[in-house]
Each structure stands twice: as C-alpha cells, then as structure tokens.
C-alpha cells in the first residue's frame, strides 16, 4: 500500500523572527505575572498554609528547577519545535506517549489562560466600580480583554514581546519600590531572617508552601516553545531557562520575604487571612501613600493581562506543532505570510476562551472561586506533570545517542530534577482541596485532576491509533521542525535525531 505524502502549504514558511534571550525572558516571566504573584499568590499562600517560611520554598525550588534545567536545556539544544514537551517526550519516550503528553499541555495551558481571565474580569469589575462608578458584569471586561489579546496573539511575536516588556518592567518596578519600602520601613519586629529559615517553613502546611510557590514558576518551561522563532535557538533557549529561573525564584522570595517583613513575621500569617489579597496593597499605603494602592491595583490588572497573552501565545504554538503533524487538524499548523504568526490557532485558542467565559457566566459561577481557582490549579498541576514526564524524556533521549552532551545533562539532571518534581506533583495532588479551598471528598477535588487524567489517556489511545491507521502521520510526531514546516525561514533545521 502507498504511503500518503503530506504536503506542505507554502504559508508555513515565512520569514525568520529575531527575538532573542531578552524577548523569551520577557515572554516566560510575564506568563507567571511578577504583580500576581507579589500581590495575590504570596499573601494567599500565608493566609492558607500558615508557613512564616513560605519565602524560603522559593529559593528551594530555584534550585529543584535549575537541576532540572541542566537536561531540558540540553535537549533544546538538539530539538528545536513548536512544540516544546510534545516533542521532547515523543522523542524521548515514543510517539504515543508524546501525543498523550501533548494533550495533557494542551488541558493544562488553556487551563491556566483562561481561569487567569476569571480575576482579571473580577479584579477589573471591582476596580471600575471603585474608582470611577461603572458597574459592568465582569465577563464584559473579560470579552473585551479576549478580543485584544486576539489582535495581539494574530500578529508577530515581536509586537507581542514589545508590549510583554512594557507591561513586564510597569509591573515589576511597582513590586520594588513596595519591597523597599518595607525593608527600609519594617513592622514591628524589624527586618528579621526568620522568613527564610528551615524551622519557619515546616512549621505550616510545608506541602502546600511548594505546591504555592511552584505556582509562581508556571511558564518558565515554555521558552522552547519559541525556538522556531529565535536567531539562534541552540544557544538563545538554555540562556533564556537558565536566566527566567533565577530572576523569578530571587525576586519571588525576595518579595514574599518583604512583605513578612512589613507584617511583621509573628503577625504576617493573621494578617494575610484578614486581608487576603489586600494585605500587599495596605502594606504598601502605610507607607507609600494611598496613591500607591490606587496605582498599584491599575498595574495587577495589567499584571493579568501580560501573563494571559503569554499564555495564549504558548497555546497558539502548541496547536501550530499538532496541526503542522496532523495530528490535529492540519488548518492549525498554518502560518500568517505576512505576520508570521500561527493565527488560525491563535483565533481557536481565542474562541475556546470565549466560549468558556460565556458559559461560566450563563451558570452565573463565581469567576475568582471557581472560573480562576478551578482552572488555575488545574493548569499547574498538569504543568508539574508535564515537566517531570520531560525528565525522564531527557534520559530516553540521550541513552540512544549521547550527541556530545555530559554525564550531568544526560542522566544526573533530569534524574534529580525529575524526583524532586514528581514529590512536588504528588504533594500537589494530596494537597489540592487545600489548594482549590474544596473539601477533600468533594467532587471538584478529585474530578479535576481527572480531567488531566483522561486527557494523558486519550492522547496515547489516539497515538496508538494514529500508529495502527495513519502511520505516515505517526512517523511525523515530535519531528515537526524537521520537515520545513517550522515557524522560522521555511529553510530545514539540521537533523535531530
């Protein structure tokens, strides 16, 4: 029986784009959205887990996460696609495997894009409200907030890294001047290293502390996703993992530790369960003003806003690599001639995400308790799965072909890393009706991480399928790059494999 031959539409080779270290940085710390974290995660973290040494979780995790590097970077020096932990797994575990991995991503990244959109039409209702008296439902701010970062998610990545860096450097200069402002200004106890200890730490719900503090990483796996678009992907992708890694642990712990520091550490757990999410922006009236807290609130909101275009651009790439493969429908691996850009995934992604909004605002549900708590947690705990599977992807691959690579990249990495990560992912999963603030035998609590579940299993079953019936299609899974049809100069990337 002849092989069926997949053709190649001329519109998935467009131009090169030059973004570089700096871009992808942007891109990956956006998504983890430096105000959110500062203003909301690290508050709700204290108020939930009762560790005065939540910041210490992340410095821990820094270092988990820089182990783990030391093999994903080295793999991302010979597999550059799209589709970043699909193709690492398919060609480190099998086809099948990848595609199951890539459905899993697929559930995880909506997830979080999308539940991000619950606080920000919550966070931008409350705000208009507020500060200039207009009362709009909070699904009308998240529709006109999906329609711009459609424009945006359609055009070129490097109109999408230019608006990623203003909004970046906006909302981060807000978190230093508001750390400052504590350590020079401390609460009662002044500034003390209690934070930062062993003994503070595992004295509160320890589990959750890294299961909260891994939250605030999310994205920092996703700069291989852009390696068709960079200048020099082998040298620009491990820079930019190595570099998005240290800058948030630091600047997270830093900023969680200043904001224990302006509680006071005795009183900062009692102050985060009064004031939730408000503590960062009272904290910071004491002593900046209340014109602070007026600004600060218009940041958060662009806060959310960058870490929802990040994530859609994730989305979008991830599609583009399962269309361009068949795998999904071959529609989605096109590519924009003129912007380069992969935008009928774009405009997928754009019309799931409205689709959901408008039935979570049909059912009249809570969009911070559960559009945002819901679909956030779910999110990241498929993204800690993902990247310990990618461990052990890192370790198949390599045993085949050690392709110059050292010991440490090859087998010690990913091992450390990926033991380290899989009793993060299971803390998490033991810990996630503290995480979704649901009962442990409620139907949320365990129904969620079965979404994941089902999605990692069907993707197999369908690799199988695809194996079985359209083998020209399996023999092209994870390999996308490969065949010309890349997001770059339309010009073959070397062999890989």
């Keep these: 029986m002849a092989v069926e031959q997949l053709t190649t539409p001329s519109t998935h080779s467009p131009p090169r784009q030059g973004i570089g270290v700096s871009h992808i940085v942007f891109f990956v710390i956006a998504a983890s959205a430096p105000l959110t974290v500062a203003a909301g995660g690290n508050p709700q973290a204290f108020a939930v887990t009762g560790a005065v040494g939540y910041p210490l979780a992340f410095l821990v995790l820094t270092a988990v996460l820089i182990v783990f590097s030391g093999g994903y ?27 199951g991995t890539s459905f899993v991503a697929l ?14 039409g919550f966070t931008a209702a409350d705000l208009f409200k507020s500060q200039f008296g207009l009362e709009l439902p909070w699904w009308a701010y998240v529709l ?7 424009v945006l998610g ?36 002044g500034v003390s290293a209690t934070p930062l200890s062993w003994h503070a730490l595992t004295t509160g719900a320890v589990g959750a502390a890294f299961c909260f503090a891994m939250a605030g990483f999310m994205g920092f796996e996703s700069g291989a996703i852009y390696g068709e678009e960079c200048r020099n992907p082998r040298r620009t992708i491990p820079r930019a993992t190595y570099a998005a890694v240290i800058l948030m642990g630091v600047f997270y712990a830093v900023s969680a530790w200043a904001l224990a520091v302006g509680a006071g550490p005795g009183h900062v757990v009692g102050a985060a369960q009064e004031h939730g ?20 609130n218009i940041f958060f909101l662009t806060s959310l806003l960058a870490a929802i275009l990040s994530f859609h651009n994730a989305v979008a790439r991830y599609s583009f690599a399962l269309g361009r493969e068949h795998v999904l429908p071959v529609a989605l691996g096109a590519v924009h001639p003129r912007h380069s850009s ?6 997928a992604q754009t019309g799931l995400a409205g689709l959901t909004v408008v039935v979570f605002a049909v059912a009249g549900l809570d969009p911070l308790a559960t559009l945002f708590t819901w679909l956030t947690n779910l ?38 890393g ?4 899989g009793a993060v992912f299971l803390t998490a999963l033991i810990n996630f009706d503290v995480l979704l603030g649901t009962a442990k035998d409620s139907a949320v609590t365990w129904s969620l991480p079965c979404v994941l579940l089902a999605a990692g299993t069907a993707g197999v079953v369908f690799g199988c399928f695809l194996k079985s019936r359209r083998p020209h299609v399996y023999t092209g899974i994870g390999h996308g790059a490969e065949g010309g049809t890349q997001l770059s100069d339309g010009v073959t990337a070397e062999a890989q494999v």
């Design 277 to 296: 999410p408000g503590l960062f922006f009272a904290l910071g009236e004491q002593r900046l003003g209340s014109a602070f807290g007026d600004i600060a």
């Design 418 to 421: 990926g033991i380290a990560l």
């Design 73 to 99: 970077a080295a793999m991302s020096r010979h597999v550059t696609n799209a589709g970043a932990f699909y193709s690492y797994v398919a060609q480190g575990l099998g086809r099948s495997l990848g595609v």
């Design 342 to 347: 992969p935008h009928l995934s774009s405009l």
């Design 154 to 189: 359609y055009r070129r990545i490097d109109l999408n890294a230019k608006v990623l860096a203003v909004l970046l450097v906006i909302e981060t200069a807000a978190v230093v001047v508001f750390d400052a402002a504590q350590f020079l200004n401390p609460g009662p106890q």
């Design 144 to 150: 006109a907030c999906i329609a711009a970062v459609g």
């Design 107 to 120: 559930v995880s990244y909506n997830a979080m894009q999308i539940g991000i959109y619950g606080l920000f």
């Design 379 to 416: 999110g990241a705990l498929g993204v800690i799965f993902l990247l310990t599977v990618v461990s052990a992807a890192v370790i198949g691959f390599f045993a085949r072909n050690k392709r110059g690579e050292g010991l440490w990249s090859r087998v010690l990495a990913p091992v450390l």
